[in-house]
């Protein structure tokens, strides 16, 4: 079985979430994580967690919708958490290419999330683009006062990052971006990374890998950025999945 460990099952229709899950399952992506986004949009993806027994839930603020609205506190993040299909806090983290958010709304909200994830125990999403020295430095500062699981989703950033991230404990997830003709430098760096701290997703409907480039993705093309880590590293597709499954369990620890 392969996870995709990070989804937006609530960006499709409520007519075709059914099938799409449907689809991923015949494709051997037997669970998936619906990420939260936003406070509001916190009541969608529990109730998609609570429907489908493939899908557990995240909750947070997106830093793309950090200025929408007062960033919760970290006590109200640990109360939206509290919830029987939620398995982790986020996303949450810095976008510096598209600044939607003021950097240092980002970066208050990103220091919420993190507590928030030590408060709870549970693992924080991170995303990060074009901010690899302001996350690296808050990781370690928000680290310095207890420790806290984390994953850096959609990996894309430079090697001195998942290498500290790494060193931090943290585990680094690839997406269909693994897979673009332009990415030899991370595929190189997918090579070398740990074994225990890899996991895969898609980001759905993003960032559909190669060879479906153009069309909405979805869940159930993981497979295919599964196979090319798997072929970067020397694997079979099977054993990858063994690899990247029993990651994820021992990341999201409250997943049954």
Known sequence: MIIDSHCHLDYFG???VEAVIA???AAGVGRMVTIGTSVPQAAAVKALAERFPEVWATVGVHPHRAAEGPMPTVEELVALADHPRVIGIGESGLDYFYDKAPRAVQQEGFRRHLRAARATGLPMCIHARDADADCARILAEERAGGAFPFLMHCFSSSPELAEKAVEMGGYISFSGILTFPKSAELRALA???????LLVETD?????????????CEPGYTVHTARVLAEVRGMSLEALAAVTTANFHRLFTKAA
């Open 14 to 16: 409520e007519e075709e």
């Open 204 to 216: 759905a409907p993003y960032l559909a890998p190669v060879p479906l480039r153009g069309k909405r």
């Open 191 to 197: 090579a070398r990374l740990p074994e225990e701290r």
């Open 23 to 25: 689809r991923a399952v």
